[in-house]
């Protein structure tokens, strides 16, 4: 058995839980997956202990060196009080997450905004080594960001900061969001949206090589390959993602004055969507973002588990601070 010392660290996405033990450098030792549901809160909950008891049982937890546990989750989260309040605007149970999972596991337990996380970890392993003041900008299912500046989190008063998906890019648009308003940018150039638009336009273009016939959601990577092989659906729907993802960008560039803006999620590992969106990108609004508009060098796949160690290893930091 390994003497190191661990954090247990939870993510819990859209379509999977990650669980998996990380070294206080931020090293996976080993983690599992499980599919999710996030039909509602009290489904998450019940999904989440059956999986931690599966952990348990076949996978193990090195118990004389597991700390504490963090767990990264998507929606708001009240972090100091341990309460997710919402998952999404109609889903609102506040429910005392950190307790729940503290009386199952028998460990201190801190509870945070999944794309909070993912930012945790860029700032221990990433751009954060190299600055104080960046945004990461999650595009995946959905489009989220983290803004640091001055080395912190900003989770705002309502602990609703960074859902730029929400942002409106398009004030012709009649493609309504969930938010309320129409033409926000999460609508079509995250991996949901873009599928979404795929099927939205598809009597346009029946042409299209795309698989619309299943009905089922389009991964980005096939609309991409399709577009950069010039399919007349694809093509012009993944340009104007771009071009909205690039408006959201400088619109986020002008309102914080980061030094880098860093991007991970699925839907920016595509090369030929990286530099069509980086060709929409104006030198004279990005020339102060000195450290650049990157992607992450952070696994992708487990930047989320990571930052969830990270977000736990950070309360006992305080912890002991205060003792």
């Known amino acids: 058995m390994t003497t190191k010392q661990s954090i247990l660290g939870i993510d819990i996405g859209g379509t999977k839980i990650l669980i998996g033990e990380v070294d206080l450098a931020g090293n996976v030792l080993q983690s599992k997956s499980y599919p999710s549901d996030t039909t509602s809160q009290q489904t998450v909950v019940k999904t989440l202990l059956v999986a931690l008891q599966d952990y348990r049982d076949t996978i193990g937890f090195q118990s004389n060196n597991l700390l504490a546990a963090g767990v990264g989750v998507v929606g708001r989260v009240d972090s100091a009080n341990g309460i997710w309040l919402e998952i999404q605007p109609g889903k609102t149970v506040p429910t005392p997450l950190a307790d729940i999972l503290g009386d199952f596991l028998g460990l201190p337990v801190v509870i945070e905004n999944d794309v909070a996380a993912a930012t945790a970890a860029e700032q221990r ?8 003041d ?16 001055d080395g912190k989190i900003v989770t705002g008063g309502h602990f609703n900061a960074g859902e730029i998906g929400h942002m409106v890019v398009d004030l012709e648009s009649e493609i309504p969001c969930g938010c309320g308003r129409k033409g926000c940018v999460e609508r079509n150039a995250s991996g949901l949206g873009l599928s979404e638009q795929i099927y939205g336009n598809v009597t346009k273009y029946p042409s299209t090589s795309l698989p619309v016939h299943t009905n089922e959601r389009i991964a980005a990577d096939v609309i991409f390959r399709a577009a950069k092989e010039g399919d007349p659906l694809a093509a012009p729907i993944v340009d104007y993602a771009a071009k909205s993802l690039a408006a959201m960008t400088m619109n986020l560039v002008r309102t914080t004055d980061p030094e880098c803006v860093v991007f991970g999620g699925g839907v920016m590992q595509s090369d030929y969507f990286w530099n069509l969106f980086q060709s929409y990108l104006q030198s004279n609004t990005i020339r102060f973002v ?5 992607r992450t060098t952070v696994s992708s796949k487990e930047v989320g588990l990571i930052g969830a ?3 736990g290893q950070s309360a006992l930091i305080e912890k002991s601070a205060i003792h």
């Open 309 to 311: 160690a990270f977000i």
């Open 134 to 149: 960046f945004i990461y900008i999650n595009v995946g299912t959905g489009i989220a960001a983290g803004t640091v500046i």
């Open 290 to 294: 000195s450290k650049g508009i990157v």
């Open 125 to 132: 392993l990433g751009v954060g080594k190299e600055t104080k």
